[in-house]
Protein backbone atom coordinates (compact mmCIF):
# COMPACT_ATOMS: atom_id res chain seq x y z
CA UNK A 1 0.00 0.00 0.00
CA UNK A 2 2.69 2.65 1.35
CA UNK A 3 4.62 1.62 -2.14
CA UNK A 4 1.78 2.10 -4.11
CA UNK A 5 1.25 5.93 -2.72
CA UNK A 6 5.01 6.52 -2.39
CA UNK A 7 5.54 5.73 -6.08
CA UNK A 8 3.10 8.32 -7.81
CA UNK A 9 4.78 10.95 -5.50
CA UNK A 10 8.41 10.67 -6.05
CA UNK A 11 7.07 11.01 -9.72
CA UNK A 12 5.17 14.05 -8.98
CA UNK A 13 8.06 15.68 -6.87
CA UNK A 14 10.15 14.59 -10.45
CA UNK A 15 7.56 16.51 -12.95
CA UNK A 16 7.70 19.74 -10.52
CA UNK A 17 11.47 19.76 -10.43
CA UNK A 18 11.62 18.87 -14.09
CA UNK A 19 8.73 22.06 -14.58
CA UNK A 20 11.29 24.15 -12.22
CA UNK A 21 14.57 23.31 -14.86
CA UNK A 22 12.57 24.13 -17.56
CA UNK A 23 11.24 27.17 -16.37
CA UNK A 24 14.86 28.32 -15.92
CA UNK A 25 16.26 27.71 -19.13
CA UNK A 26 12.74 28.66 -20.98
CA UNK A 27 13.67 31.07 -24.12
CA UNK A 28 11.24 33.49 -24.46
CA UNK A 29 8.11 33.18 -26.33
CA UNK A 30 9.07 34.54 -29.86
CA UNK A 31 12.81 33.67 -29.96
CA UNK A 32 12.32 30.63 -32.51
CA UNK A 33 10.51 33.04 -34.99
CA UNK A 34 12.79 35.60 -33.65
CA UNK A 35 16.12 33.44 -34.62
CA UNK A 36 14.32 32.38 -38.20
CA UNK A 37 13.88 35.82 -38.98
CA UNK A 38 17.45 36.65 -38.34
CA UNK A 39 18.55 33.89 -40.07
CA UNK A 40 16.98 35.36 -43.46
CA UNK A 41 18.43 38.54 -42.67
CA UNK A 42 21.91 36.82 -42.69
CA UNK A 43 21.17 34.80 -45.55
CA UNK A 44 20.38 37.82 -47.66
CA UNK A 45 23.74 39.28 -46.38
CA UNK A 46 25.82 36.50 -47.80
CA UNK A 47 26.10 34.17 -44.91
CA UNK A 48 25.97 30.49 -45.75
CA UNK A 49 22.44 28.73 -45.18
CA UNK A 50 23.99 25.36 -43.67
CA UNK A 51 26.42 27.48 -41.37
CA UNK A 52 23.64 30.10 -40.19
CA UNK A 53 21.38 27.15 -38.83
CA UNK A 54 24.17 25.42 -37.31
CA UNK A 55 25.16 28.66 -35.38
CA UNK A 56 21.58 29.71 -34.46
CA UNK A 57 19.85 26.81 -34.21
CA UNK A 58 21.37 25.61 -30.74
CA UNK A 59 21.42 29.43 -29.84
CA UNK A 60 19.50 30.05 -26.02
CA UNK A 61 18.20 33.39 -24.63
CA UNK A 62 20.75 34.19 -22.15
CA UNK A 63 18.98 36.32 -19.48
CA UNK A 64 22.34 37.14 -17.49
CA UNK A 65 24.12 39.09 -20.53
CA UNK A 66 20.55 41.29 -20.09
CA UNK A 67 21.25 42.14 -16.50
CA UNK A 68 25.08 42.96 -17.31
CA UNK A 69 24.42 45.45 -19.70
CA UNK A 70 21.32 46.80 -17.49
CA UNK A 71 23.15 47.07 -14.73
CA UNK A 72 26.05 49.55 -16.94
CA UNK A 73 26.42 52.37 -14.59
CA UNK A 74 28.58 54.84 -15.81
CA UNK A 75 29.83 55.42 -12.36
CA UNK A 76 29.73 52.88 -10.47
CA UNK A 77 33.11 53.53 -8.94
CA UNK A 78 35.04 56.58 -8.39
CA UNK A 79 38.37 57.53 -10.74
CA UNK A 80 40.11 56.71 -7.74
CA UNK A 81 38.66 53.54 -6.77
CA UNK A 82 38.56 52.36 -10.31
CA UNK A 83 42.46 53.20 -11.32
CA UNK A 84 43.35 51.21 -7.98
CA UNK A 85 42.18 48.27 -9.18
CA UNK A 86 42.69 48.47 -12.95
CA UNK A 87 46.57 49.63 -11.74
CA UNK A 88 47.57 48.16 -9.13
CA UNK A 89 51.50 46.80 -8.04
CA UNK A 90 50.54 43.46 -9.64
CA UNK A 91 49.36 44.58 -13.25
CA UNK A 92 52.57 46.99 -13.36
CA UNK A 93 54.66 44.24 -12.52
CA UNK A 94 53.27 41.99 -15.01
CA UNK A 95 53.27 44.71 -17.72
CA UNK A 96 56.74 45.35 -17.32
CA UNK A 97 57.54 41.57 -17.38
CA UNK A 98 55.31 41.35 -20.51
CA UNK A 99 57.67 43.91 -21.71
CA UNK A 100 60.77 42.17 -20.82
CA UNK A 101 59.64 38.98 -22.27
CA UNK A 102 58.69 40.35 -25.76
CA UNK A 103 60.40 42.74 -26.01
CA UNK A 104 62.11 42.80 -29.62
CA UNK A 105 58.99 41.84 -31.17
CA UNK A 106 56.91 44.48 -29.60
CA UNK A 107 59.16 47.08 -30.39
CA UNK A 108 59.34 46.27 -34.00
CA UNK A 109 55.40 46.68 -34.43
CA UNK A 110 55.49 49.44 -32.39
CA UNK A 111 58.13 51.37 -34.48
CA UNK A 112 56.35 50.76 -37.70
CA UNK A 113 53.23 52.28 -36.29
CA UNK A 114 54.91 54.96 -34.82
CA UNK A 115 53.63 54.11 -31.72
CA UNK A 116 55.24 53.27 -27.98
CA UNK A 117 55.42 50.11 -27.01
CA UNK A 118 54.53 50.56 -23.45
CA UNK A 119 51.53 51.36 -24.41
CA UNK A 120 50.79 48.60 -26.56
CA UNK A 121 51.76 46.45 -23.27
CA UNK A 122 49.58 49.11 -21.11
CA UNK A 123 45.99 48.64 -23.50
CA UNK A 124 46.80 44.53 -23.35
CA UNK A 125 46.76 44.83 -19.74
CA UNK A 126 43.90 46.85 -18.75
CA UNK A 127 41.85 45.04 -22.05
CA UNK A 128 42.44 41.59 -20.89
CA UNK A 129 45.41 41.44 -18.25
CA UNK A 130 48.08 40.56 -20.91
CA UNK A 131 46.10 38.21 -22.46
CA UNK A 132 45.16 36.39 -18.89
CA UNK A 133 42.07 36.97 -19.56
CA UNK A 134 39.24 37.05 -22.60
CA UNK A 135 36.03 36.02 -21.35
CA UNK A 136 34.32 32.97 -21.09
CA UNK A 137 30.65 33.81 -22.89
CA UNK A 138 29.85 32.23 -26.00
CA UNK A 139 30.13 35.38 -28.16
CA UNK A 140 26.96 34.71 -30.74
CA UNK A 141 24.81 33.29 -27.64
CA UNK A 142 25.57 36.72 -25.81
CA UNK A 143 25.16 39.44 -29.02
CA UNK A 144 22.25 37.17 -30.30
CA UNK A 145 20.38 37.79 -26.21
CA UNK A 146 21.46 41.33 -26.36
CA UNK A 147 19.89 42.15 -30.23
CA UNK A 148 16.63 40.07 -29.19
CA UNK A 149 16.51 41.71 -25.23
CA UNK A 150 18.87 44.58 -24.36
CA UNK A 151 16.76 47.15 -22.41
CA UNK A 152 16.86 50.56 -21.99
CA UNK A 153 13.87 53.48 -20.85
CA UNK A 154 14.27 55.14 -24.07
CA UNK A 155 12.91 53.09 -27.12
CA UNK A 156 14.79 54.82 -29.46
CA UNK A 157 17.95 54.18 -27.41
CA UNK A 158 16.85 50.51 -27.12
CA UNK A 159 16.30 49.90 -30.70
CA UNK A 160 20.02 51.32 -31.34
CA UNK A 161 21.44 48.97 -28.88
CA UNK A 162 19.48 46.12 -30.64
CA UNK A 163 20.39 46.71 -33.98
CA UNK A 164 23.66 47.18 -32.71
CA UNK A 165 24.07 43.82 -31.47
CA UNK A 166 22.22 42.84 -34.67
CA UNK A 167 24.89 43.95 -36.67
CA UNK A 168 27.58 42.68 -34.90
CA UNK A 169 26.08 39.15 -35.03
CA UNK A 170 26.21 39.65 -39.05
CA UNK A 171 30.47 39.90 -38.54
CA UNK A 172 30.20 37.11 -36.42
CA UNK A 173 28.87 34.54 -39.18
CA UNK A 174 31.37 36.29 -41.33
CA UNK A 175 33.95 35.66 -39.39
CA UNK A 176 33.09 31.67 -39.22
CA UNK A 177 32.52 31.86 -42.69
CA UNK A 178 35.88 33.77 -43.45
CA UNK A 179 37.41 31.12 -40.93
CA UNK A 180 39.16 33.34 -39.18
CA UNK A 181 38.10 31.68 -35.98
CA UNK A 182 36.17 28.41 -35.32
CA UNK A 183 32.98 28.09 -33.54
CA UNK A 184 34.25 26.53 -30.05
CA UNK A 185 37.19 28.70 -29.66
CA UNK A 186 34.53 32.48 -29.97
CA UNK A 187 34.49 32.74 -26.50
CA UNK A 188 34.19 36.70 -25.16
CA UNK A 189 33.02 39.12 -22.88
CA UNK A 190 29.02 39.52 -21.96
CA UNK A 191 28.72 42.34 -24.33
CA UNK A 192 30.77 40.40 -27.39
CA UNK A 193 34.34 41.64 -26.92
CA UNK A 194 36.56 38.90 -27.73
CA UNK A 195 40.53 37.65 -28.17
CA UNK A 196 43.03 38.90 -26.71
CA UNK A 197 42.91 42.49 -27.75
CA UNK A 198 38.84 42.58 -27.22
CA UNK A 199 37.33 43.43 -30.61
CA UNK A 200 33.75 43.26 -31.49
CA UNK A 201 32.88 41.28 -34.66
CA UNK A 202 32.82 44.14 -36.63
CA UNK A 203 36.03 45.99 -35.38
CA UNK A 204 37.93 42.80 -36.24
CA UNK A 205 37.70 43.88 -40.02
CA UNK A 206 38.60 47.59 -39.04
CA UNK A 207 41.85 46.31 -36.75
CA UNK A 208 43.28 43.48 -36.92
CA UNK A 209 45.86 42.62 -39.08
CA UNK A 210 48.08 39.66 -40.09
CA UNK A 211 51.37 41.10 -38.50
CA UNK A 212 53.63 38.37 -39.46
CA UNK A 213 52.45 37.54 -43.15
CA UNK A 214 51.77 34.05 -42.52
CA UNK A 215 48.40 34.05 -43.95
CA UNK A 216 46.09 34.05 -40.60
CA UNK A 217 44.73 36.58 -38.30
CA UNK A 218 45.90 35.03 -35.05
CA UNK A 219 43.92 37.08 -31.79
CA UNK A 220 43.83 34.01 -29.56
CA UNK A 221 47.26 32.80 -29.69
CA UNK A 222 49.56 33.18 -26.64
CA UNK A 223 52.40 31.57 -28.17
CA UNK A 224 52.42 33.50 -31.15
CA UNK A 225 52.02 36.92 -30.16
CA UNK A 226 53.12 39.38 -33.19
CA UNK A 227 49.49 39.21 -34.80
CA UNK A 228 48.02 40.91 -31.23
CA UNK A 229 50.82 43.53 -31.39
CA UNK A 230 50.69 44.10 -34.80
CA UNK A 231 47.00 45.28 -34.33
CA UNK A 232 47.36 46.65 -31.67
CA UNK A 233 49.60 49.45 -33.04
CA UNK A 234 47.59 49.77 -36.19
CA UNK A 235 44.51 50.15 -34.02
CA UNK A 236 45.97 53.15 -32.01
CA UNK A 237 48.17 54.49 -35.49
CA UNK A 238 43.94 54.47 -36.89
CA UNK A 239 42.67 56.52 -33.87
CA UNK A 240 44.71 59.02 -34.88
CA UNK A 241 48.17 58.77 -31.82
CA UNK A 242 50.45 61.43 -32.52
CA UNK A 243 53.78 59.89 -32.84
CA UNK A 244 56.39 61.60 -30.09
CA UNK A 245 53.95 62.72 -28.09
CA UNK A 246 52.98 61.71 -24.70
CA UNK A 247 49.59 60.87 -23.64
CA UNK A 248 48.84 63.83 -21.20
CA UNK A 249 49.77 63.84 -17.16
CA UNK A 250 48.80 64.63 -13.93
CA UNK A 251 49.22 68.29 -13.32
CA UNK A 252 47.94 70.20 -10.55
CA UNK A 253 45.76 73.73 -10.68
CA UNK A 254 45.55 76.75 -9.42
CA UNK A 255 42.79 77.94 -6.33
CA UNK A 256 39.52 78.95 -7.81
CA UNK A 257 40.18 77.37 -11.59
CA UNK A 258 36.90 77.34 -12.90
CA UNK A 259 35.21 74.37 -13.75
CA UNK A 260 34.04 75.90 -16.86
CA UNK A 261 37.40 75.25 -17.99
CA UNK A 262 37.49 71.14 -17.29
CA UNK A 263 35.92 68.56 -19.63
CA UNK A 264 37.17 66.17 -22.99
CA UNK A 265 35.04 68.38 -25.06
CA UNK A 266 37.38 72.30 -24.46
CA UNK A 267 41.04 71.61 -25.63
CA UNK A 268 43.21 74.40 -25.58
CA UNK A 269 47.17 75.09 -26.39
CA UNK A 270 49.24 74.31 -23.47
CA UNK A 271 50.83 77.95 -23.76
CA UNK A 272 46.97 78.76 -22.79
CA UNK A 273 47.00 76.31 -19.78
CA UNK A 274 49.86 77.67 -18.51
CA UNK A 275 49.12 80.79 -18.02
CA UNK A 276 45.59 79.72 -16.77
CA UNK A 277 48.08 78.51 -13.66
CA UNK A 278 48.21 74.65 -14.94
CA UNK A 279 51.32 73.18 -13.21
CA UNK A 280 52.94 69.52 -12.84
CA UNK A 281 51.85 68.04 -9.73
CA UNK A 282 55.07 69.59 -7.89
CA UNK A 283 54.00 73.02 -8.82
CA UNK A 284 56.58 73.53 -11.94
CA UNK A 285 55.53 74.80 -14.97
CA UNK A 286 54.17 73.08 -18.00
CA UNK A 287 55.94 72.70 -21.28
CA UNK A 288 54.84 76.12 -23.06
CA UNK A 289 54.54 74.91 -26.35
CA UNK A 290 51.62 76.29 -28.28
CA UNK A 291 51.21 73.17 -30.84
CA UNK A 292 50.01 70.44 -28.23
CA UNK A 293 46.47 70.94 -27.33
CA UNK A 294 45.18 69.59 -24.21
CA UNK A 295 42.11 68.77 -21.84
CA UNK A 296 41.45 69.25 -18.62
CA UNK A 297 40.37 65.84 -16.73
CA UNK A 298 39.09 65.86 -13.17
CA UNK A 299 37.25 62.34 -13.24
CA UNK A 300 36.35 62.76 -9.92
CA UNK A 301 35.65 66.48 -9.25
CA UNK A 302 38.42 68.95 -8.56
CA UNK A 303 39.31 67.63 -4.92
CA UNK A 304 40.39 64.54 -6.72
CA UNK A 305 43.34 63.90 -8.92
CA UNK A 306 43.49 66.14 -12.42
CA UNK A 307 44.84 65.18 -15.65
CA UNK A 308 45.82 67.18 -18.65
CA UNK A 309 45.14 64.79 -21.65
CA UNK A 310 46.33 65.84 -24.73
CA UNK A 311 45.42 64.14 -28.35
CA UNK A 312 46.27 60.54 -27.93
CA UNK A 313 44.70 61.09 -24.63
CA UNK A 314 42.05 61.59 -27.03
CA UNK A 315 42.78 58.94 -29.30
CA UNK A 316 42.22 56.46 -26.24
CA UNK A 317 38.96 57.58 -25.92
CA UNK A 318 37.98 56.52 -29.68
CA UNK A 319 39.38 53.32 -28.23
CA UNK A 320 36.53 53.44 -25.68
CA UNK A 321 34.87 55.92 -24.80
CA UNK A 322 35.53 56.59 -21.50
CA UNK A 323 37.87 58.53 -19.95
CA UNK A 324 38.29 56.34 -17.35
CA UNK A 325 39.53 54.20 -19.71
CA UNK A 326 41.52 56.64 -21.54
CA UNK A 327 43.59 57.45 -17.90
CA UNK A 328 44.34 54.28 -16.32
CA UNK A 329 45.75 52.87 -20.11
CA UNK A 330 48.36 56.48 -19.82
CA UNK A 331 48.67 55.63 -16.16
CA UNK A 332 49.65 52.48 -16.35
CA UNK A 333 51.60 52.96 -19.67
CA UNK A 334 53.80 55.59 -17.81
CA UNK A 335 54.27 52.81 -15.28
CA UNK A 336 55.20 50.32 -17.48
CA UNK A 337 57.86 52.56 -19.55
CA UNK A 338 59.71 52.81 -16.68
CA UNK A 339 60.92 50.13 -14.57
CA1 LIG B 1 49.63 36.08 -38.76
CA1 LIG C 1 51.57 33.65 -36.74
Redesign the pocket.
Given at each position: MIFYFKKPLYIFVFIIFLGILNTAHADPEGWGAWKAQLKSELVGKGINAQLADEVLNPLRFDPDVIKSDSRQAPQKYSFVEYQKKAVNPNRVKNGQNFYRRHRQELEHYAGKAGVPASVIVALLGIETDYGGFTGKNDVIQALASLAYGAQRSDPAAQKKRRDYFRTQIYYSLKLLQDKHIERDDFKGSWAGAFGINQHMPESFYTYVVDG?G?G?K?ILNMN?L??VFATTANHLHKVGWKEGQRWGREVALPANFPKTLVGNSIKKPLSFWRSAGVTLPGGAPLPASADIQGSIIAPDGLQGPVYIGYDNFHAFRRWNKSDYFALVVGTLSDKIAQP
Open positions: DDDEDSD
